[in-house]
């Protein structure tokens, strides 16, 4: 394995992190998305944590959420400040342990973090995309990543588990290549947006589209626009906290200070909070990604795309062993989603365990550790594996 | 009555409305805000419905929310499109009949609708505030509307209404002139803003105040910052309907074509609607009074400014009976806030009912016709003139 690494027993993951891209190419270098236009070629930056047993029974793929990206787990340098996006999860021990499995995350397509997205270079004009990229959908996503599997020799992954949009990953993957999983565990997610969600995501996207930077996309070779794209993230974590949660670590307490200040400047904790964010997050992040992934999300609907409308015609495709959790104060994808989601499941004789774990966190209650989730993934897990 | 005109039996309102406005000044031609800042002189536009009666003991003061005016009810012309905001609440043989009682609504201080605001002229420089207009708080508000009732020579108000903003202005009219009224009633309202509607609040204010043409509020000689404002009013009424309405309202209906668009023009209703909300909005409202307004709202705390940080101390000073109403599904203010007012003031043994009205609508519902609110509020008020 390439950039591997080991860290020490400091408490954070001891383990090995690999660090690839795979370049892909459909016929003519092109792969054929969903709405009819053709991309490519198309990398998929991808890391790999564990070792593939001898019969490439032990795969987990990880699919990951809108901002996430393919740095799961563990350092890349002892440096880091932080690890992986969910490495409370996975590593040596953990939820999902990577001294039994070989775990895969590949960043998005569309996305900005190693992946091509409409930051990469467009081989026809050797100049970003831009607005020119695409407009990508769930099923495009995750077409690429079948690519990427099939590329790593594996003809059925043990699982394939992921949170919010990662969860959409997650259900397309069982609609679209059933024989492909053992087992799915969709977290947090839907088997399509609300009113509601769409609405979050439009104002978000709005704000980007209405910063005087974002012109049409095509920014890359002037300033970016950080003040709409930090705003999208302000919008987005409101909806990622429940109210309680932002009532128990904000409330009301003022920043710096005991008195208000008759400024706009941000008075509340939660204000500096969210401008922290959104300031952080631009650094990251491309606003196009935000654009095209929230879009790609907005368009996902289980029912419409392989039930002609019908929930449970879509999940009688399904033939994986599942877990779905959802979370009580998740009012981004609350849990009567994740229950017509097992409803329909049911319908179809699927084997699914559901459990709904009370968290006042919020939607990003799957991403913190402590919650019940890593034994009930764990568990889950190795039940799968003992039926094999 | 100036501009006065009635209406013919058209199913509208008939009666009268009466526009108007007053200008009033403190020693100096200015009053002191709660900063401690001087504003002056002071107009405060309103308009009246109905009659007042020779003891003057009929008037009931309507409160006004965050975007509205002083035009709560009926037609200022025959041709004009629509009534004032709450025309299926005031008006002859209504929830608030203006055959029995003296309707005033004028227009709160910070807002743009002839009220002085951060849009009107300051005569230190000849140019509209912009950013110089003073950060004011719903103390200052309410202190401005009781120099327009000392105006009319009411000495007693039979009953203050309000809903939301308006109902906060309800609350603080009850703290600071607690003889002055016999009745109040706080409508899907709350005693402060929690951690998640302070968010909801900055998160617009940054959306104007990023935007290119807001220029530090100085902006009135030049182009208007309408995409940030119109941004912001998205975000709000997101938060005024509840998941359930959006879902009932548009659920993922597509807009004007049967088929996804690949474009980022909006493909769902709910994304029209809200585009459309939008741009309406910048049509009618300042982007500075949007800020202003809404840092009043997120300021607003009774048990702070009245009760040294005790909701039961400070609603001790209250002497008014009271109505209180929320809605199940109102998520910005939620029936949990309603509940702790009406616990504070059965704790000080105040008169009060509280009505928890089901309603899918959320926030909005105080706004709509057919709730039950309109029976509940006249047969409220018949109740308090009767026992004067």
Redo the contacts between chains.
């Keep these: 394995m390439s950039d591997y690494i080991e860290q020490d027993g400091s408490g954070a993951t001891v383990g090995s992190v690999a660090k690839r891209s795979f370049t892909f190419a459909e016929p003519d270098r092109e792969m054929t998305l969903e ?3 053709a991309l490519g070629p198309i990398t998929l930056a991808y890391e790999t944590c564990g070792t593939l047993n001898a019969d490439k029974s032990n795969a987990v793929l990880i699919l990951h959420a809108l901002t996430g990206d393919a740095h799961v787990a563990g350092y890349h340098r002892p440096e880091d400040p932080k690890p992986g996006w969910w490495d409370s999860m996975v590593g040596p021990g953990k939820g999902i342990d990577t001294d039994r499995y070989f775990v895969i995350c590949s960043n998005v397509l569309g996305s900005c973090v190693g992946t091509t997205g409409p930051s990469s270079i467009n081989p026809a004009t050797d100049r970003p995309y831009g607005g020119d990229f ?2 990508i959908t769930i099923t495009d996503i995750v077409r690429a990543q079948k690519q990427l599997v099939d590329h790593l020799g594996i003809e059925k992954l043990l699982c394939v588990v992921g949170g919010s949009v990662g969860g959409m990953q997650v259900l397309e993957w069982c609609a679209r290549y059933p024989d492909m999983m053992v087992s799915a565990i969709p977290l947090a997610t839907t088997t ?5 969600a ?3 995501n ?2 978000a ?3 980007i ?4 930077n974002w012109n049409s996309g095509d920014y890359y070779a002037s300033d970016n626009p950080d ?2 794209l ?2 999208a993230r ?2 987005g ?2 909806t990622y ?1 429940s ?1 309680e949660a ?2 128990v ?4 307490k003022l920043q710096d200070r005991s008195a ?1 200040s ?3 400047g ?3 904790q ?2 500096s909070y ?2 922290y964010q ?1 300031k952080k997050f631009v650094e990251r992040f491309d606003a196009n990604s935000f ?1 095209y992934i929230t ?1 790609a999300a ?2 996902f ?1 289980l029912a419409r795309d392989y039930g002609a409308g019908s929930l449970k015609r879509a999940i009688a495709r399904f033939k994986a062993r599942f877990l779905v959790v959802s979370y009580t104060s998740d ?1 981004l994808y ?1 849990t009567y989603q994740s229950k017509e989601m097992v409803k329909a499941m049911k319908q179809n004789n699927l084997d699914v365990s559901f459990c709904e774990i009370k968290a006042k966190w919020g939607h990003d209650a799957f991403l913190l550790p402590g919650t019940r989730l890593d034994s009930l993934i764990s568990g889950f897990l190795t039940g799968v594996g003992d039926d094999l």
């Excluded at 670590?249 to 009301?252: A, E, T, V, W």
């Design positions: 709405s009819g236009a695409p407009v399509r947006h609300s009113a509601q769409i609405a979050f439009e104002v996207r709005q704000a589209m209405t910063d005087s003040m709409g930090a705003v302000m919008i974590h409101i906290l109210d932002m009532g670590k904000f409330g009301r208000l008759f400024e706009f941000g008075d509340f939660v204000e969210l401008r959104g654009l879009k907005d368009y609907d009012w609350p």
